[in-house]
């Protein structure tokens, strides 16, 4: 009788109090039937980590309109796998200029969503990404 | 190494993904869980229930903080409700828990009820044990904001703390039977707020008309006259804690309640009886799930759904009905109603 449901964390690094999108989409995620960990705004890498790591989630979800991604990211896909969690989704929303968006692909990042993303296309990313 | 003897060794991966097993009821669980179960029976669990605002996540996150301040490890398990239409859930407790986080000696895991109605998941007294066997010294369970009813923390937590607030009801409403019954100690958390001696009066009022305990009849309590906590009866009156968990005012008596309470129940003999109620609890939850998995399985295609129908043409009540459902030969379900 295993009852798995896929398990987000959807967070916010850095110093940008906005946290109207990540709300959204924790609330989409939810309508989806997804069980979503709202950890709220400016949290660290190592607190992001360390959340996703305790509430072993399929995804980490990080919201940034600060500017800052191309320092945030790196560092949490890597501290992810510092803790063996490879196998992490991890995706970001918010304010991503087009040109950064390749190179965050390559440091690991699986999907990048900016303004005007339909939730709908975020459920259904997750679900195809999580087996 | 195996995942318990991870576990055992300290590896929060570990503790986090046998906590996924047991939460998801996966293939390995059962297996887990009992080569667990010896390592189990050391922590201390405290229930955190109380209304939905009433400052629940905040108190733990206090309670949690005073507890690393004396050097004990600290386990939460934080319960948020699931939507009972889509299955998905907000769990949101940890916004209230930021300053544990970069701490090693505390170890947070969110669940969703995922369709349990008593104020916890139905795999939380299992996820309970998880902890336990890692070892943390103190468990903080958090209920969903409950109700009048959601009671199933007391037979969870060695100390449940039912945690008001002012404005939200007046004397009738502490009278009324439910979850203030399971109270060990009472929180009248925000209590810089409007009304908070009225809240503390209610339940003190509440507690004045509790009956006198057995045995000593003509010697019952009256309001305001006996001091909280371990009676000369060997009872227990809840005390009641005004706090401000926000900026941790009144935590530290509170957690020394919890370690009163704690006290009490070893040197009464009445952790025994706790633990002999938690563990009947949990078999008969387990009883139940396989009894009647067992007998869905022996049923015959169609014989669930002839009896539903009988039963709505009114040709058969539901009892007779359950009658026949148990008393036919079963081989997968052996024995229950075939007494000697």
């Not at chain 2, 996966?26 to 189990?40: D, I, N, S, V, Y």
């Not at chain 2, 009641?240 to 919890?258: F, S």
Request: with cysteine; net charge negative; hydrophobic share 45%.
């Amino acid at each position: 009788m295993t009852d798995r449901k896929i398990r987000v964390l959807v967070a916010k690094p850095g110093l940008d109090g906005h946290d109207r999108g990540a709300k959204v989409v924790a609330r989409a995620l939810r309508d989806a039937g997804m069980e979503v960990i709202y950890t709220g705004i400016r949290q660290t890498p190592e607190m992001i980590a360390e959340a996703a790591l305790q509430e072993d989630v399929d995804v980490v979800g990080l919201s940034i309109l600060s500017g800052a991604h191309m320092a945030l990211c790196p560092r949490i896909v890597e501290l992810l796998r510092s803790q063996g969690m490879d196998d992490v989704v991890v995706l970001v929303g918010g304010i991503i200029p087009d040109d950064d968006v390749a190179p965050l692909k390559n440091l690991g990042v699986k999907g990048v969503f900016g303004p005007g993303t339909s939730t709908r296309d975020i459920v259904e990313f997750i679900r195809q990404s999580v087996g | 190494m195996s995942l318990v003897t991870e576990l055992l060794a300290g590896n929060r991966r570990a503790l986090a993904r046998i906590i996924s097993q047991v939460e998801d009821d996966g293939p390995e669980a059962h297996a887990l869980l009992a080569e667990l179960h010896p390592h189990t029976g050391r922590s201390h669990v405290i229930g955190v229930t109380g209304a939905p605002g009433t400052g629940k996540s905040t108190l733990v996150n206090a309670l949690a903080k005073t507890y690393r301040s004396q050097g004990q490890t600290v386990g939460i398990i934080a319960v948020d409700p699931t939507s009972p239409f889509s299955g998905g859930a907000l769990l949101g407790d940890r916004v209230r828990m930021r300053d544990l986080a970069g701490d090693p000696g505390v170890f947070i895991r969110s669940m969703a009820t995922r369709g349990s109605l008593g104020g916890l998941a139905r795999a939380t007294a299992d996820v309970i044990l998880v902890l336990d066997a890692a070892g943390f010294d103190r468990i903080l369970v958090e209920t969903v904001g409950v109700g009048q009813a959601e009671v199933e923390i007391a037979s969870a937590a060695h100390t449940t703390i039912v945690v008001e607030a002012p404005g939200l009801g007046d004397e009738v409403q502490a009278i009324k039977a439910g979850v203030l019954e399971i109270a060990d100690l009472f929180a009248v958390n925000k209590a810089d707020r409007e009304g908070a001696d009225r809240a503390v009066l209610a339940l003190q009022m509440m507690q004045g008309l509790a009956p006198a305990p057995a045995g000593h009849h003509g010697t019952g309590r009256q309001a305001g006259h006996a001091a909280p906590g371990a009676q000369a009866d060997g009872a227990w009156l809840p005390p009641i804690t005004k706090t401000i968990a926000v900026r941790g005012e009144g935590v530290a008596a509170l957690h020394d309640w919890v370690e009163q309470h704690a006290a009490y129940l070893r040197e009464t003999g009445q952790l025994a009886r706790r633990e002999a109620t938690r563990a009947a609890t949990a078999l008969n939850h387990i009883l139940r799930e396989r009894l009647i998995a067992a007998l869905f399985a022996g049923l015959t295609n169609g014989e669930l759904d002839r009896a539903i129908s009988a039963i709505a043409r009114r040709e058969l009540d539901p009892y007779t009905a359950a009658d026949h459902l148990l008393q036919a030969e079963k081989p997968g379900f052996p024995g229950i109603v075939r007494r000697p």
